[in-house]
């Protein structure tokens, strides 16, 4: 296996954080906050819109935002007081960032303590995802959780980037691009190739201020909750997703919202995979606060394609 000097990773990462600090942190973050403000449609109940985007990095719409946007609008046609506390989508068709979004809710139920909605995402009047979430009223009950397993601290794991450029896969493009994207400061553990692992993670923190919205912070877990996740299933198989030969993508997506949580201290997400087959790959994960508390769990299945070149 080809492996990178130190001097090389270094001058990678330096060309990489070029671009990336030209950025503000802030700017990123309000670009993120900014997908969860769906316009209302006029003069028609329970639907949104979100425009299309002027410029896109992307192939294709993150699962995270899609993820984040329908559970946002949701929340907006569920009484107060009511949190979200689970979530079950699938993702049917690629997005396009530079075309609109519509957005139909539909509210199946409403309960004294619960309540539950359909969101249908449309584009180009093709049906690209659904998502039924369940809502909440808090209450007092029986409680306990999985311990937070022994983990390095934020402080001690590798900067993601730093991670990445280790990656002679990885072309310089990417890593610039993988660099400047973040609305999160990520750090993680990430097992040495050929161990078999079947387990890492990776501390995250907003890159900076969002407020005191509880459903915001929610949104913004929501949407790091795609982010590599899928890739729990490439461990044990020594690939990546910019390993040549491997096409990858969500197809399902579960999350269930335990405690609150502010996005603006570290949290923690612990992966694994349980199982790979039939060209697909099933992923778990915990989320949780840097106290151990358990915030937030995890299940996604995706499509993991290994046809390798040459």
């Known amino acids: 296996m080809t492996t990178l000097s130190p001097a090389e990773i270094q001058a990678r990462i330096d060309r990489a954080r070029a671009i990336y600090d030209s950025v503000p942190a802030e700017k990123i973050v309000r670009a993120v906050a900014r997908l969860f403000d769906l316009d209302a449609v006029p003069g028609v109940e329970d639907e949104f819109t979100f425009p299309a985007l002027p410029t896109t990095t992307r192939d294709r719409i993150f699962g995270g935002q899609v993820i984040a946007q329908a559970m946002m609008a949701a929340a907006r046609t569920v009484e107060d007081g009511k949190q979200v506390h689970s979530l079950h989508a ?54 306990h959780q999985v311990p937070m397993p022994d983990l390095l601290p934020p402080e001690q794991c590798g900067d ?58 929610r949104g913004f877990l929501a949407f790091a909750s795609d982010m590599a996740l899928l890739s729990s299933a490439m461990l044990p198989h020594d690939l990546h997703f910019w390993t040549p030969g491997v096409v990858s993508t969500s197809l399902d997506h579960a999350m269930w919202f335990h405690e609150d949580i502010r996005v603006d201290d570290w949290f923690v997400y612990v992966m694994d995979t349980p199982w790979t087959g039939g060209d697909r790959g099933l992923c778990r994960g915990s989320i949780y606060r840097q106290d151990g508390t358990l915030i937030a769990s995890v299940v996604q299945e995706g499509l993991l394609r290994y046809r390798p070149q040459g």
Not at 114 to 141: C, E, Y
Not at 187 to 203: E, L, S
């Open 90 to 143: 699938y993702f049917l068709r690629g997005g396009d960032e530079t075309k609109p979004l519509h957005f139909r809710i539909h509210r199946d139920f409403d309960g004294r303590s619960f309540s539950n909605r359909r969101v249908v995402v449309r584009q180009d009047g093709k049906v690209i995802f659904n998502l039924t979430a369940s809502f909440q009223f808090r209450v007092q009950g029986l409680s």
């Open 160 to 217: 993601f980037t730093d991670i990445v450029a280790a990656a002679p896969e990885v072309s310089d493009e990417q890593l610039a691009h993988i660099a400047r994207a973040r609305a999160f400061e990520i750090r993680g553990f990430h097992p040495p190739a050929g161990a078999g692992a079947t387990r890492h993670y990776q501390w995250f923190r907003v890159a900076a201020p969002i407020g005191d919205d509880p459903q915001v912070h």
